[in-house]
Structures are given as structure tokens and as C-alpha cells.
């Protein structure tokens, strides 16, 4: 009988785990298609626009060609690139940034990024970059006569690790969420699933350098609310988004958590509604078990009234991949919105 009991237990043990993992992985969603009015794919993104943000005046900036464990892509030997777009334009289309010499451009596989105006109305753009799979912070000048990045300077510390996303506050000043604690894929999914939270949100200046935040399983998208009181974190493998108040000292209190079903990425907010917009996988055994043939989806949800006590929250896009693949982040700007994906196209669309 004994030797029959070690087995039994091994096996429902085993069932136990795989039925976590695909809860935890939302293994069984589909969604319903949703599309505003008038999508186009933009031409010229077909590896990737992981993350998006936009200056006040309507220039985008688009990160592609994410390398990323356990992640697919469709150019591996590809060195990433920055890509501009102007959404003033009726019909936009995207410009690859060239990159100043003497930056290692065969090894720049950018990730989350984040633009910071200074009082002279200069224009940075933070680029979290992962060359050989380590995680450094770039900052590049803008220069938009000529469209293009003039590298400043490379940030490398030792709690800027497994770097996801950033939010620049000031000259090197910033925020970044740090995604996983391992760095090799099977290590990096199984502290998701058994919940290790060795996780972090940084706080970064050239004085401080500090954990502000823990108590994260996957943070991911960073972003800040219009009147700069609040941090938005997305936890990509809680499915929820942490609502944070920033301190003078730049510490942060957890307000509340607004629980989904769906795993956040990227978070923007849109500069004339404070809504805040993310880029969403409803499905993540599809993104880790990538099958051409049934690939993962995208969604995007848009939650007003973030901070009250009932945030309202829908969908406004939604495809079973047919058209695009792992949706990642979503910008609005003036009735227009911007999509970008992990590793595929990216979606202009009419709101
Ligand atoms: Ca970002
Ligand atoms: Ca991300």
C-alpha cells in the first residue's frame, strides 16, 4: 500500500501545479474582438514596438526589436532599434532614429523607455537596453533636426537588474521596475509561479539609489499620473495595476490594488483624459508556448477614474491575434491610438 501512496501524492501534487500554472497563466481566455474605428498596420514595425511614449507635441517614440528570455522574435539576430512617428500627420508614418557613434548599435536590444523635457526644452530619451542580456539605462539627446539620438551617457548599478520599465522624474532621475529576480527563462517562470517576490520598483539618482516598493510578483509598465502625486505600476503576473503615492523623498505608499484578469505590461496615460491606458496579454501560456497557428492575443483597456473608489474599466481593443500579436502598450493621443506589441506589428487606430 505504501508504495502506492508516494506515487498517488506525487501525481496530485503535480496536477495541483500544472492546475496553478494555468490559472496563474490565464491558459484558457479568449477574447472577444473589440477594434475602434479604422485600424491600419504601420508600416515598416514588423519586429516589435514593446514600448511607446509620446511628447506633448505629438512625436512618438516606439522601442522595437525586444530580445527577451522565453519571449520569441522574429529578427533574433537583428540589433533593436528606436523608430519616430509623427501623430500630427494624417496619415503617419514611422522613421527609424539614427544613432550617434561610438554607442555599441550591434548590441541594442531596447525594452521600456521614457522621455524627459528639461527647463531649456532639450529632449531625453531613457532607454532601458539589454546588450548580452544584461540590463543598462541609456540616455540619449534628441535631435530633431536631424532625427536622430546623440548617446549621453550609460547607467549600470547593481540593483538595476532584469529592468523592465522606466519613468524619468528629473536629470537622472528615475523610477525602474525590475521583472524577475533570475535571468534564465526556466528559472525566471518558475518564481513567477511559485511566487517569490524578490521583485522591485528603484528609485534611481545620481545621490540615492533605493527599493521604494516590493510585494510585487512581475512589475513591469511604470507610469505617472498627470498631476505627478501618483505612480501607476503594472504586475504583469498578479494581473493587477498598484496604485502608489509619491512621497517628497520619492518613497512610495501603497494606495490599492485594481485587480483584472488579463496580464499588464506597459501603462501610459492619456494627456487629455488622466486615463490611464495598458497594454495587455490575456493569455500568457499562448505568449510562452508561441504556436503560429493559435498566437497570442491583445488587448487594451482603458480605466478611468483611476484613483476613486470605482475605477471604471473597458476594453478598447481586443484580437485573437489574427491581426496582432502580444499587445504591449497603448497610447492615446487626440482620438488616436497607438498600439506596439512584444516582438510583432503595431496598430494605428481612430477612437
Ligand atoms: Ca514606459
Ligand atoms: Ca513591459
Redesign the pocket.
Known amino acids: 500500500m505504501g508504495k502506492l501512496v508516494v506515487p498517488t501524492l506525487l501525481g496530485a501534487a503535480l496536477a495541483l501545479i500544472v492546475a496553478f500554472g494555468r490559472q496563474k497563466l490565464n491558459a484558457s481566455r479568449e477574447v472577444e474582438p473589440v477594434e475602434p474605428g479604422n485600424c491600419q498596420l504601420i508600416e515598416g514595425i514588423e519586429n516589435g514596438s514593446e ?1 511607446i ?1 509620446v511628447l506633448p507635441s505629438g512625436l512618438a517614440f516606439i522601442s522595437s526589436g525586444l530580445k527577451y528570455p522565453g519571449m520569441p522574435s522574429f529578427a533574433p539576430d537583428k540589433p533593436g532599434q528606436i523608430f519616430l512617428m509623427d501623430l500630427n500627420k494624417p496619415n503617419p508614418h514611422v522613421q527609424e532614429l539614427s544613432i550617434s557613434n561610438g554607442f555599441d548599435k550591434a548590441s541594442f536590444n531596447p525594452h ?3 522621455t524627459f523635457i528639461d527647463e531649456d526644452h532639450n529632449v531625453y530619451l531613457y532607454v532601458v537596453n539589454h546588450p548580452h542580456m544584461e540590463s543598462t539605462l541609456e540616455i540619449f539627446k534628441f535631435d530633431e533636426q536631424q532625427r536622430s539620438l546623440v548617446h549621453l551617457k550609460t547607467i549600470e548599478h547593481e540593483l538595476l537588474k532584469s529592468v523592465n ?3 524619468v522624474l528629473g536629470p537622472e532621475q528615475f523610477y525602474a521596475t525590475r521583472d524577475h529576480y533570475f535571468t534564465k527563462s526556466c528559472l525566471m517562470l518558475l518564481e513567477m509561479l511559485i511566487d517569490l517576490r524578490w521583485t522591485y520598483v528603484l528609485y534611481y539618482s545620481p545621490k540615492e539609489v533605493k527599493v521604494v516598493a516590493r510585494g510585487f510578483n512581475s512589475p513591469n ?3 505617472i499620473s498627470p498631476d505627478k502625486k501618483y505612480i501607476y505600476v503594472a504586475d504583469v503576473a498578479d494581473k493587477n495595476i498598484h496604485v502608489m503615492k509619491i512621497h517628497d523623498n520619492r518613497d512610495l505608499t501603497l494606495l490599492k490594488v485594481i485587480q483584472l484578469d488579463t496580464s499588464v505590461d ?1 501603462l501610459t496615460v492619456d494627456p487629455d483624459t488622466g486615463d490611464v491606458l495598458a497594454g495587455c496579454h490575456p493569455n500568457v501560456m499562448k505568449l510562452i508556448l508561441y504556436n503560429p497557428k493559435d498566437p497570442p492575443q491583445s488587448e487594451v483597456l482603458r480605466i478611468q477614474d483611476i484613483l476613486s473608489e470605482k475605477p471604471r474599466i473597458n476594453t478598447v481593443y481586443a484580437n485573437n491575434g489574427s491581426i496582432l500579436q502580444a499587445s504591449s502598450v497603448a497610447f492615446a493621443y487626440k482620438r488616436k491610438l497607438l498600439i506596439g506589441t512584444i516582438f510583432d506589428k503595431a496598430l494605428y487606430c481612430e477612437l
Request: no cysteine.
Open positions: 514600448d511614449d521600456g523607455i521614457s520599465d522606466i519613468l509598465g511604470i507610469t506597459n
